[in-house]
């Protein structure tokens, strides 16, 4: 059986201005083509997300609970990049760690992770020699942990990888730092009390099927989903 892995969307605007959930045709590309069934996570809150002094905001537990029977469904999550961490983002983190369910968070998916469960989780901006923000596919290189789970789905100590954030996690707590750039910015991020709960700074999904980097992530965590379907009562 396939696992129906949740995509989480963010709020944001399309070419035309219009605001939208958004979900990158790449990721659904690459969860199709590694075995998964990609379904859309929307909101249950209606609410105007763009607007910084919109007084309703926060989802009620009612709204949360309409929320579980769509998360209920899923047998993995990803958290694709965006512009914007809202309150349902922390949410299904939570839910993913409570239930222990696949996650993987790319770019703002990696940084909700952090700000779901770390008290003083801060966003500051890149100041370093090396360019974080950029369109080149080769960016620059980060150093992983030969201890991390990351380590043992990749099988080296460095990489080149792509960067597109403005700004990156300064610090954590209660997650472990799997990679670092030579600038010492966290690139990954992992949650030790889950079976695969892991946070990328870059977007592996940019990358063609061949990229073998790319693949190992995104198969990985099929893998994890499908094992997780064999838990679910």
């Not at 859309?40 to 809150?45: A, D, G, Q, V, Y």
């Not at 992983?144 to 080296?156: A, Q, R």
């Not at 990954?188 to 700074?201: D, V």
């Amino acid at each position: 059986m396939k696992p129906i892995i949740g995509v989480i969307s963010t709020p944001d605007y399309d070419i035309d201005k219009d605001r939208n959930f958004l979900v990158r045709f790449e990721i659904v590309e690459w969860i199709s083509k590694c075995g998964g069934i990609p379904i859309s996570i929307i909101p249950t809150k209606i609410c105007n997300y763009f607007d910084k002094k919109e007084k309703n905001r926060q989802t009620t537990i009612q709204e949360l609970n309409n929320l579980k029977q769509i998360l209920r469904m899923c047998d993995g999550f990803i958290k694709p990049g965006g512009n914007m961490i809202v309150d349902y983002h922390k949410y299904i983190y939570k839910y993913s760690i409570d239930n222990d369910i696949p996650f993987l968070g790319i770019c703002l998916g990696m940084q909700s992770m952090a700000y779901a469960i770390e008290e003083n989780a801060r966003l500051v901006d890149n100041n370093s020699e090396i360019v974080h923000k950029t369109k080149k596919l080769n960016a620059h290189e980060i150093l992983i942990d030969e201890n991390s789970k990351l380590y043992s789905i990749l099988g080296k100590k460095s990489l080149i990888v792509n960067s597109r954030h403005n700004r990156h996690i300064e610090n954590v707590n209660n997650l472990l730092v799997s990679a670092k750039s030579l600038d010492n910015q966290i690139e990954a991020l992992e949650n030790p009390n889950c079976t695969y709960s892991i946070g990328l700074q870059w977007h592996p999904e940019s990358y063609d099927f061949n990229n073998q980097d790319s693949k190992n992530i995104f198969e990985s965590f099929i893998e994890s989903s499908i094992q997780y379907t064999k838990t679910k009562k």
